[in-house]
């Protein structure tokens, strides 16, 4: 075939062109992470800078207070690692055991299809609409009050779609030829999800479980909807306390007239973050250790 | 279809166990003292459970900000002890609190004032009567630049800034500035939280905006609060003494904290009242506000005492509540 010389010159454009194009895109690329980046660095550059000159031990152990230099957050981390432990231990069992319903047992009827819908749905509804159900339901008409047990019931709520969805991944994700060798060999639907699937499915699992857990640390909306007050005197010792969380110190702090509170609230940031990165670095250490027993 | 019912059957065990667990009456919460309502009165009640922290370590204090209203909506519930108030009960939050058989008295613990405050750089107004407050902030105001105030000021438009409709400060600068049967204009800056006020306010040169007193005493450096003319060609400036004196009006007003008389009964919220009442004056000065004056606190006293007596014959003697505007 000849290609004429006015061919080769179209061809050679095209190249160049398309190579441009290309270029440019993975350019924009790039800037698009750059600035997500930059965004999260300001953030944390902001926060950091603000609130190091008050992070300290006296800060984390000290009780709330007007004045900022005695003001501390025990009360508040206090109640949010009561919250979350709470949430934990109600929303583990209760999504781990519906995702599982749904995943190894259910039948795939049309019932199951629209719970599945509404799962999803669920996972997208704004937490303080979980806050004023959370009121009516177990402060008043379960009469637990405005209490921990209450709060952490309430996120509960707000986390359980996501604990849900995340469990049926990680139980999708095993592979189906697992199950079929455990069936084989004589196993019952009960030994085969306790003793292959769901091993196999932990570190998806705790994955999800943790990345709830975070959510449930930050929320703040539906705590103040359900009845967190903003000061409690001391760090709750019941599931019966009266509570406050670490996010309602942020918010209470930054809205308060002082600029030093101001500061105080950036430090309260930096705390939560904290907890944060060492919710998900456990996470990723579970994922790990449980990973490397998983051969197939 | 036995072993589905069964398992049926086994789930609503559980179900029912769990609901009869938590149905059960439920333990005390651990807090003596619980404390909701205005976020106006806040400070000054944290102030004070602070300092009672220090000085009784049982007596457990817990306080919320759920503005006035929303105080109000738990104190007729009984769900609360005290109830901070940045105005006297209105009579539908009366009429519930009758209803669930719940009597209560208040004592006035401090006065705010609402400061009416500019950029420093205005260097133009010093001065606003409550007439004009009132036709900028009025619905359809016809006032859109300064100098549609005064001829002799910049062409500029004026950045309003105000609190929004929860606040119980909105509520009173509705009431004493427009007065009944105004609204309140739209499409200005509106926030709950006072600190975008001051913020906007210290930033824009040709802003102009109210919120509470204290939040001018904090940011007093980036502010200049206005003199406001109650019509009789008088301007006064919000201070600690005009304030309470009455002579800065109208736009000064009373906060109550409101008692539920069961709950008084307990020695615990006793002490607490009591303890409010000898410090209120010391700590509502500390976080910006201006104490009651001398024989306001002396009534108060008067009326505690009587309480304490068993005297508590009478729900609610109101005479002295309407006192402090007059």
Known sequence: MNITAEERAYMERYRKHKWLLSKCFSVLCLAAMLSCLGILLLLLGSV???????????????????????????????????????????????????????????????????????????????????????????????????SILAGALTLTLVVLPIVILATQEALRSVPGSIRQASYALGATRWQTTWRQVLPAATPGIMTGVILAISRALGEAAPLVAMGAVQYVDRAPDSIWSTFTALPLAIFEWAGRAQPEFHDLSAAAIVVLLAVLITLNMGAALVRYRFGKHIRW | MVERLQRFGSLALVLSMGLAITGCRRPSSGADVQVDGSSTVYPITEAVAEEIRDAFPDIRVTVAKSGTGGGMKKFGKGEIDICDASREIK??????????????????????GIAVCVNPQNDWCDTLTVEQLKDIFKLDSPIKTWKDLNEAWPDEEIKLYGPGADSGTYDSFNEQVLGKGTKIRTGYTQSEEDNVLVNGIAQEKYALGYFGFAYYVENESDLKVLAVDPGDGNPIKPTMETIREKTYAPLSRPLFIYVNLDSFKEPKVQQFVKFYLDHTAALSKEVGYVPVAEEIAIENQDKFSKLTSGGSEETESSEEASEPNA
């Open chain 1, 48 to 146: 950091l800078y603000r609130g190091m000159h008050y992070l300290d031990w006296q800060f984390i152990e000290g009780l709330p207070s007007r004045n900022a230099e005695k003001a501390g957050m025990w009360v508040y981390l206090i109640g949010s690692l009561w919250l979350i432990g709470l949430t934990a231990l109600f929303s583990v069992p209760l999504g781990v055991g519906a995702a599982l319903y749904l995943e190894e047992y259910a039948a795939d009827t049309r019932w199951k299809r629209a719970v599945q819908v509404n799962i999803a749905n669920l996972a997208g509804v704004p937490s303080i609409v979980y806050g004023l159900l959370g009121l009516g339901v177990f402060a008043w008409a379960l009469n637990l009050g405005h």
């Open chain 2, 91 to 112: 009579s539908g939050e009366a009429e519930v609190c009758k209803e669930n058989g719940i009597t209560y008295d208040h004592f006035m613990v401090a006065y705010d």
